[in-house]
C-alpha cells in the first residue's frame, strides 16, 4: 500500500497523559498536513510542512500540541497534558508541489484519540 | 476567513437516482479553487471533483459533476445514477490560491444514504 499511513489507528488515554502520532506520507510527497475532526464536523488544519519547515500554523494548534517532520519524511503529532476536548480524528495528508493549478491532498485513515 | 456551509445534514436517494448536494462558500478572493472529498464511514478521506474558480465550464468526474455559480457563491454536486458505494459523508472545501500551505477549510458534511 502506498497510501498515507497513520499509526495508531486508535487510541484511549486519561486526561493529563501525553499522546503521539505518526504519519507517513506518500513517499515523493513533500507537503504534509494535520487536520483535527471532531463529531459532526468538517476537518479543521492544524499545522503544515514543506520538507522539514512547519511553514503555517493554526490558532488552534495550542501550545499543548507540538509537529515535527525532522527529516522532511513522516511526521508526529504530540499532545501534551491531554484534556477531554482533545478528544477527536486526527487526520494526515501529503501532497507534492509541482507547478499546476493545484496539488491534491491525499489522506490518511486517521488516529481517532478518545480522552477520559 | 473563508467559510464553508453545506445546509443539509443528511439526504437519502435511490439507487439508480440522481441527487444533488448545496454548497455555499464565502470569500473576497477572486481566485481559488474548490473540492468536494468523500469519507466513506471507517475509511479515509478521498478526492471525487474539483473546480477552479477561473474555469467557467463546469468540472465533471464520470457520474460526479458539479454546477459552480461563482458570482452567487455556490458549488453544488450532482451525482447521477446512484450506486450503494456512493453512501458516504460528502465534504466541500475551499482552497485558497494565495498564502503558502493551500490548507483546506472545510464546510460540515452531509451524510448521504443511498437505498435500494
Known amino acids: 500500500d502506498t497510501g498515507v499511513s497513520q499509526d495508531p489507528r486508535h487510541k484511549i488515554t486519561k486526561r493529563g497523559q501525553n499522546v503521539t502520532f505518526r504519519c507517513d506520507p506518500i513517499s515523493e510527497h513533500n507537503r504534509l498536513y494535520w487536520y483535527r475532526q471532531t463529531l459532526g464536523q468538517g476537518p479543521e488544519f492544524l499545522t503544515y510542512f514543506q520538507n522539514e519547515a512547519q511553514l503555517e500554523k493554526s490558532r488552534l494548534l495550542s501550545d499543548r500540541f507540538s509537529a515535527e517532520r525532522p527529516k522532511g519524511s513522516f511526521s508526529t503529532l504530540e499532545i501534551q497534558r491531554t484534556e477531554q476536548g482533545d478528544s477527536a480524528m486526527y487526520l494526515c495528508?501529503?501532497?507534492?508541489?509541482?507547478?499546476?493549478?493545484?496539488?491534491?491532498?491525499?489522506f490518511g485513515p486517521g488516529t481517532r484519540l478518545t480522552v477520559l | 476567513a473563508q467559510t464553508v456551509t453545506q445546509s443539509q445534514p443528511e439526504m437519502s436517494v435511490q439507487e439508480a437516482e440522481t441527487v444533488t448536494l448545496s454548497c455555499t462558500y464565502d470569500?473576497?478572493?477572486?481566485?481559488?479553487?474548490l473540492f468536494w472529498y468523500k469519507q466513506p464511514p471507517s475509511r479515509q478521506m478521498i478526492l471525487v471533483i474539483r473546480?477552479?474558480?477561473?474555469?467557467?465550464q463546469n468540472a465533471t468526474e464520470n457520474r460526479f459533476s458539479v454546477n459552480f455559480q461563482k458570482a452567487a457563491k455556490s458549488f453544488s454536486l450532482k451525482i447521477s445514477d446512484s450506486q450503494l458505494g456512493d453512501a458516504a459523508m460528502y465534504f466541500c472545501a475551499y482552497r485558497s490560491s494565495q498564502g503558502s500551505g493551500y490548507a483546506l477549510n472545510f464546510g460540515k458534511g452531509t451524510s448521504l444514504l443511498v437505498t435500494p
Open positions: 470569500t473576497s478572493e477572486s481566485d481559488y479553487y
Open positions: 473546480q477552479e474558480a477561473y474555469k467557467q
Open positions: 495528508a501529503s501532497s507534492l508541489k509541482v507547478v499546476a493549478p493545484y496539488n491534491e491532498q491525499f
